[in-house]
T-cell receptor
Framework: GAVVSQHPSRVICKSGTSVKIECRSL??????MFWYRQFPKQSLMLMAT?????????EQGVEKDKFLINHASLTLSTLTVTSAHPEDSSFYIC???????????FGQGTRLTVV | SQQGEEDPQALSIQEGENATMNCSYK?????LQWYRQNSGRGLVHLIL?????REKHSGRLRVTLDTSKKSSSLLITASRAADTASYFC??????????????FGRGTQLTVWP
């Protein structure tokens, strides 16, 4: 199946700093990528839809200035958590879909801890 | 919200037993998918069932879909300790929805004891 690589897998940062998470589709082109957030023992919450070459579409309640999404190429989307706070600590997962297919392929996730 | 409920939230069984998890959703869908997540890891796609299908099999997995009740079930037969994981159902938002954009249930934590 298609492979989605997410980097880093774990990151610890200080409050007030920014952290960038990368999501790459390794063997296919993804016109659309998705970012999810997951709190411990809870479900995945869709944060935003990332479209190559255009602005991301954010779900209601997700701060677009806090979570900057860039989809500069057909194989790479990035999520930047700006001015991170401890409450931003979470598991962030990206997914990508191949055009015309309903199945989404997920990255391995990034565990962000803000101290 | 499209996100539905899954039950049970936790399920603990012995190896060899069958495990059944249920999922409900709220609006019309094009398809429903089941995913598995090992602790602290990404999601692995298990099976997709389309809205015009009622049952689907893949190895030890059997999925049913009842669109009139907006519910689905995942059955894992002859469970193994390696099946221990969280299982999530995910749906799209029906006609016109963005392909790949998914809404997840709360998940069922399955523990299979050797």
């Amino acid at each position: 199946g298609a492979v989605v690589s997410q980097h880093p897998s774990r990151v610890i940062c200080k409050s007030g700093t920014s952290v960038k998470i990368e999501c790459r589709s390794l063997d296919f082109q993804a016109t659309t990528m998705f970012w999810y957030r997951q709190f411990p023992k809870q479900s995945l919450m869709l944060m935003a839809t990332s479209n190559e070459g255009s602005k991301a579409t954010y779900e209601q309640g997700v701060e677009k200035d806090k979570f900057l999404i860039n989809h500069a190429s057909l194989t790479l989307s990035t999520l930047t958590v700006t001015s991170a706070h401890p409450e931003d600590s979470s598991f962030y997962i990206c997914s990508a879909s191949i055009g015309g297919a309903t199945e989404a392929f997920f990255g391995q996730g990034t565990r962000l801890t803000v101290v | 919200s499209q996100q539905g409920e899954e039950d049970p939230q936790a399920l603990s069984i012995q190896e060899g037993e069958n495990a059944t998890m249920n999922c409900s959703y709220k609006t019309s869908i094009n398809n429903l998918q089941w995913y598995r997540q090992n602790s602290g890891r990404g999601l692995v796609h298990l099976i997709l069932i389309r809205s015009n299908e009622r049952e689907k099999h893949s190895g030890r997995l059997r999925v049913t879909l009842d669109t009139s009740k907006k519910s689905s079930s995942l059955l894992i037969t002859a469970s193994r300790a390696a099946d221990t994981a969280s299982y999530f159902c995910a749906t799209d938002a029906g006609r016109g929805s963005t392909l790949g954009r998914l809404y997840f249930g709360r998940g069922t934590q399955l523990t299979v004891w050797p």
